[in-house]
C-alpha cells in the first residue's frame, strides 16, 4: 500500500489476555519504530528496527512487551498477560533510513492500533 | 532534564494571531529536528524539517538554535484549520518526541 498499515485498528481485551498487533510499513523502508501513546500524553518509543541491524528495544516498558520483524517487511509487537495501564494507542512508523541519515528523511506514521484493556 | 520538552499549552489564540511555540533538547549531538501536527485521535503529520538555517514554508517558520538547544515554530496568520496538537522531535539514538504543545485558534 502507499501508507503505513497498522491491524487492528481497534482492539478491547480482557485484563490478562496476549495481544498482537501488526504493522506493514511502506515499501522499501528500512526503519520501522513502535510508538505509544496514552489519551491526552506524549509519544513514548517502545522500539526500533533498522535492516539487519538488532533492535534497539531500549524504550520497551516491561518483559510482557516484546517486537519482531522478519526482514525488511512486517512487525508484530506483542503484549502478553495484558494491564487496563496497556490501553493507549500503538503508533507504527517507518522511514526509508534512520533519522538524520540523510535531510528530507521522513517518518510516516500508521493510524494506531487502540488497545482497550477491560 | 527530560530529552524533549515543550510548554503544554493550551495556546488560545484569535483567527489571525502569530502563534510561537519552543522546544528544548539536552542532547546536544541531536542532528534532526522536525516538527509534526497531531489531531485529535489521528496520527502524527510531518509540518516540517527544521535546518540549521532555518527554513519557511508558507505561513509556517521553523528555526534551530544549537547553542541554546531549541527549536521553535512560528504560524502567522492563524487559521481555525491550524488548531492541533504540534509535536518537536529530535534525532538521537532514535527520534524522541516531546509532549505536544495544544493549539486552540478561536474565531
Known amino acids: 500500500g502507499a501508507g503505513v498499515s497498522q491491524s487492528p485498528s481497534n482492539k478491547v481485551t480482557e485484563k490478562g489476555k496476549d495481544v498482537e498487533l501488526r504493522c506493514d510499513p511502506i515499501?522499501?523502508?528500512?526503519?520501522l519504530y513502535w510508538y505509544r501513546q496514552r489519551l491526552g500524553q506524549g509519544l513514548e518509543f517502545l522500539i526500533y528496527?533498522?535492516?539487519?541491524?538488532?533492535?534497539?528495544k531500549s524504550g520497551l516498558p516491561s518483559d510482557r512487551f516484546s517486537a519482531e520483524r522478519t526482514g525488511e517487511s512486517v512487525s508484530t509487537l506483542t503484549i502478553q498477560r495484558t494491564q487496563q495501564e496497556d490501553s493507549a494507542v500503538y503508533l507504527c512508523?517507518?522511514?526509508?533510513?534512520?533519522?538524520?541519515?540523510?535531510?528530507?528523511?521522513?517518518?510516516?506514521f500508521g493510524e494506531g492500533s487502540w488497545l482497550t484493556v477491560v | 532534564r527530560k530529552e524533549v520538552e515543550q510548554d503544554p499549552g493550551p495556546f488560545n489564540v484569535p483567527e489571525g494571531a502569530t502563534v510561537a511555540f519552543n522546544c528544548t533538547y539536552s542532547?546536544?549531538?541531536?542532528?534532526?529536528f522536525f516538527w509534526y501536527r497531531q489531531d485529535c485521535r489521528k496520527e502524527p503529520k510531518l509540518l516540517m524539517s527544521?535546518?540549521?538555517s532555518g527554513n519557511e514554508d508558507g505561513r509556517f517558520t521553523a528555526q534551530l538554535n544549537r547553542a541554546s538547544q531549541y527549536i521553535s515554530l512560528l504560524i502567522r496568520d492563524s487559521k481555525l484549520s491550524d488548531s492541533a496538537t504540534y509535536l518537536c522531535?529530535?534525532?538521537?539514538?532514535?527520534?524522541?518526541f516531546g509532549k505536544g504543545t495544544k493549539l486552540s485558534v478561536i474565531p
Open positions: 515499501s522499501g523502508h528500512t526503519a
Open positions: 522531535a529530535v534525532t538521537g539514538h532514535q527520534l524522541t
Open positions: 512508523a517507518s522511514s526509508l533510513a534512520l533519522p538524520g541519515a540523510f535531510s528530507g528523511n521522513t517518518i510516516y
Open positions: 528496527f533498522q535492516g539487519n541491524s538488532a533492535p534497539d
Open positions: 527544521v535546518y540549521s
Open positions: 542532547n546536544s549531538a541531536s542532528q534532526s
